[in-house]
C-alpha cells in the first residue's frame, strides 16, 4: 500500500503562482511514477502532469505545458507541482496519483490516489 497526501492548494488569484505537494508512505516511493490529475464539478478527473520512477521522465497535458511543473524528491518521498500563471480554468480538486507502471497519464493506470486538495483561482 502507498498513502499519499496532498498539500499547498488554496485560493489565488489569475496569474499567482501555487506549488502542491504530496507525501507518500509505505511501499518505496521510488519505485512508482507519480502523477497528478484535477476534477472540477461536472468533469471528468483529467490528467495533468506524470514523473516516471525510472529517469524522471516528465509529461504534460496540453492545457498546462509551459506553466505547471511537475518533479519529485526521492528523498523526501514527495512529488510536487510548481504552477505559475494561474487561471481560472485550472479551478479544481488536485489529486496525486501513484502507478507502478512506468508511463501512466491515464487515471484506470494509477493504482494509489491521494484525497485531493482545492485549487481556486479567481479572475
Known amino acids: 500500500q502507498v498513502q499519499l497526501v496532498e498539500s499547498g492548494g488554496g485560493l489565488v488569484q489569475a496569474g499567482g503562482s501555487l506549488r502542491l505537494s504530496c507525501a507518500a508512505s509505505?511501499?518505496?516511493?521510488?519505485?512508482?511514477?507519480m502523477g497528478w490529475f484535477r476534477q472540477s464539478p461536472g468533469r471528468e478527473r483529467e490528467f495533468v502532469a506524470s514523473?516516471?520512477?525510472?529517469?524522471?521522465?516528465?509529461y504534460y497535458a496540453d492545457s498546462v505545458k509551459g506553466r505547471f511543473t511537475i518533479s519529485r524528491d526521492n528523498a523526501k518521498n514527495t512529488v510536487y507541482l510548481q504552477m505559475i500563471n494561474l487561471k481560472p480554468e485550472d479551478t479544481a480538486v488536485y489529486y496525486c496519483?501513484?502507478?507502478?507502471?512506468?508511463?501512466?497519464?491515464?487515471?484506470?493506470?494509477?493504482?494509489?490516489w491521494g484525497q485531493g486538495t482545492q485549487v481556486t483561482v479567481s479572475s
Open positions: 514523473i516516471t520512477w525510472t529517469d524522471r521522465s516528465t
Open positions: 496519483a501513484a502507478a507502478a507502471k512506468v508511463v501512466a497519464t491515464r487515471h484506470n493506470e494509477y493504482d494509489y
Open positions: 509505505g511501499r518505496t516511493f521510488s519505485s512508482y511514477s
